[in-house]
C-alpha cells in the first residue's frame, strides 16, 4: 500500500465511495479511508434497512387491505426473522461495495482519519497518506437533545430503533420529520401504538401543502396520534418506559421514544481548522464543483449541508472527484428529487405550490386522483393523487407531487421532464401504456388544461 496517491477519500459513505470509484474509472490512484463499515450511515444505518422495514410494513398493510376481498387471515411480524433479514440485506450490500471497490484498485484502509495539512491525512493505527487531492466526505450525525439523551433503551436514535430487535408496544416520536414519519409509518402498520410530536403546524412541513394535508389524515385514519405545534420540554424515564411532558403540561407515555429532529454534519475531529478549510454550523464551504477554500481540498455530502440526501451526496462526489482530476464538472441543484417512505409514499421534485406563489410565479395545477386509476384499483392502492404545478404563462412544468402507490419509483419521469424543461403539452406528447400506475402522470399533467380523461 503506497502512501503517495492522486485522490485520497476521506468517509466511505455515499460520498466518498463513488468518489473514490469514480476517480479510479478516470485514472487515478485513489486511497479510501473509511472508520466505520463501507456504505456510510445510508447503507448501513438509514437508507437501506429503514427501506428493508418499510417493504415488510407495505405487505402487511397490503394483506389487511385484502381483507373481505378474496384473501383470508392477516401477516403478522416476526420480528427476530424480520430483523435478520434486514442485516442480511446490508451485509450482502456491504460486501458489494467493499468488492467493487478492490476491483477498481481503490486502495481502502480502515481507520479514523483527519487531516493534518491539505494533502495529508493521519490515520490511527496506519499513520499518514498524502494525495496531490484530499476529498472530505464524513457525513452526519443525529441532533441530540438536551434533557433527550440517547440511552439505547427509552429514549432512541434512529440507529438504535433499527437494532432494537422486536415490535413494542407503544413509541412517542419527537419530530414529525421524514424519518419520523417513516418510522410512525413502519411501526403502525407492525402493530405499534404510535404517537408523533411535532413543533410546527404540520408533519414533512417542507412538501406541498396538499400532501401534507392527505398524509395527516391519512396517519389519523391508520390511528397514528399527531401533536402539531407541540414542543417535548423534557422525557422522563421509568421502570415502564418513557414519559413525555409536553409544553402545555400534558403528559403521554410509551414503551420507548424515538428522537428524530435530524442531522448535523460531521465536521469536528477531522482537522478542517489545522488545513485551513472554511467552515461554519450548516457544513464545510464549497462552490458548485465542490472545491473548499483550499486548493486541492474537495468536500461533498452531508459534511457540506444542503439537502443531506444519499442520491445528491453521490452526484457531488463524482463531481467532486472529476474536478480533482482536471475534468471540469458542476452540481445543478435545481431538480433534486426527494422520497420518503411512509405509507402511502411521498415524492417530489421542484417548486412546491407554495415555493412558487413566493416567488410570484402564476401557475396552473393539474391533479388526478389513484382512485380513478384503474391499475391502482387492481392493486387495492387507491389512496393519493398526482399533482403537477406547471408556469401558466409558457406551461412549463415547474414541479411534480406524487402521494401513493410506488410514488418513489413514479417520480423519474418527473425528473427527465423537469431536467429537459418540458411543457405539459410536450410532457404528455409521449404515450403512456396501460394499465399502469404512469399513466396518472399523463392524465396529471392534461388536467393542468382541463384535458385528463378519465376525470370530471
Not at 387471515?73 to 430483523?83: I, K, Q, R
Not at 445528491?312 to 420518503?340: F, K
Not at 419521469?413 to 410532457?427: H, P, Q, W
Request: hydrophobic letters at 45%.
Amino acid at each position: 500500500m503506497s502512501s503517495a496517491y492522486d485522490i485520497v477519500v476521506l468517509g466511505g459513505g455515499p460520498a466518498g465511495y463513488p468518489a473514490a470509484i469514480r476517480a479510479a474509472q478516470l485514472g487515478a490512484k485513489a486511497c479510501l479511508i473509511e472508520e466505520d463499515r463501507l456504505g456510510g450511515v445510508c447503507l448501513n444505518r438509514g437508507c437501506i434497512p429503514t427501506k428493508t422495514l418499510h417493504g415488510a410494513a407495505h405487505l402487511i398493510e397490503l394483506a389487511a387491505s385484502g381483507q373481505g376481498g378474496g384473501f383470508s387471515g392477516a401477516l403478522s411480524v416476526d420480528p427476530a426473522a424480520l430483523f435478520a433479514h434486514k442485516e442480511s440485506v446490508v451485509d450482502s450490500l456491504v460486501g458489494g461495495v467493499a468488492k467493487i471497490l478492490k476491483g477498481r484498485k481503490v486502495d481502502v484502509i480502515s481507520g479514523r482519519g483527519r487531516l493534518v495539512s491539505p494533502g495529508a491525512v493521519e490515520i490511527e493505527g496506519h499513520g499518514t497518506v498524502e494525495g496531490r487531492s484530499v476529498i472530505v466526505a464524513t457525513g452526519s450525525s443525529e441532533i441530540e437533545l438536551p434533557g433527550m439523551e440517547f440511552d439505547g433503551r427509552s429514549v432512541l436514535s434512529s440507529t438504535d430503533l433499527l437494532d432494537i430487535g422486536r415490535v413494542p408496544e407503544s413509541m412517542i416520536i419527537v419530530g414529525g420529520g421524514v424519518i419520523g414519519c417513516e418510522f410512525a409509518s413502519i411501526f403502525n402498520a407492525f402493530g405499534t401504538k404510535v404517537t408523533i410530536v411535532e413543533m410546527l403546524p404540520s408533519i414533512i412541513a417542507t412538501e406541498d401543502i396538499h400532501v401534507i394535508r392527505f398524509l395527516q389524515a391519512y396517519m389519523k385514519k391508520k390511528g397514528i396520534t399527531l401533536h402539531l405545534g407541540t414542543k417535548v420540554s423534557s422525557l422522563r424515564k421509568g421502570d415502564g418506559g418513557v414519559t413525555a411532558l409536553l409544553g402545555g403540561g400534558e403528559e403521554i407515555s410509551a414503551e420507548i421514544a424515538l428522537v428524530s429532529v435530524g442531522r448535523r454534519p460531521r465536521t469536528g475531529g477531522i482537522g478542517l481548522a489545522e488545513a485551513g478549510i472554511g467552515s461554519s454550523r450548516a457544513g464545510i464551504t464549497v462552490d458548485s464543483s465542490m472545491r473548499t477554500n483550499v486548493d486541492g481540498v474537495f468536500a461533498a455530502g452531508d459534511v457540506i449541508g444542503g439537502w443531506l440526501l444519499a442520491h445528491v451526496a453521490t452526484r457531488e462526489g463524482t463531481v467532486a472527484a472529476a474536478n480533482a482530476l482536471g475534468h471540469p464538472s458542476s452540481v445543478d441543484y435545481s431538480a433534486v428529487p426527494a422520497t420518503i417512505y411512509t405509507l402511502p409514499e411521498v415524492s417530489r421534485v421542484g417548486m412546491t405550490e407554495q415555493e412558487a406563489k413566493e416567488k410570484g410565479i402564476d401557475i396552473s395545477t393539474g391533479r388526478f386522483p389513484f382512485a380513478a386509476s384503474g391499475k391502482a384499483k387492481g392493486l387495492r392502492e387507491e389512496e393519493g393523487f398526482v399533482k403537477w404545478i406547471a408556469s401558466k404563462k409558457d406551461g412549463r412544468l415547474l414541479g411534480l407531487h406524487i402521494i401513493g402507490p410506488q410514488a418513489t419509483e413514479l417520480l423519474a419521469a418527473g425528473i427527465v421532464a423537469l431536467g429537459g424543461k418540458l411543457t405539459a403539452r410536450e410532457f404528455t406528447e409521449s404515450m403512456f401504456p396501460h394499465p399502469t400506475l404512469s399513466e396518472a402522470l399523463a392524465e396529471a399533467a392534461e388536467a393542468i388544461e382541463g384535458r385528463a380523461i378519465d376525470i370530471l
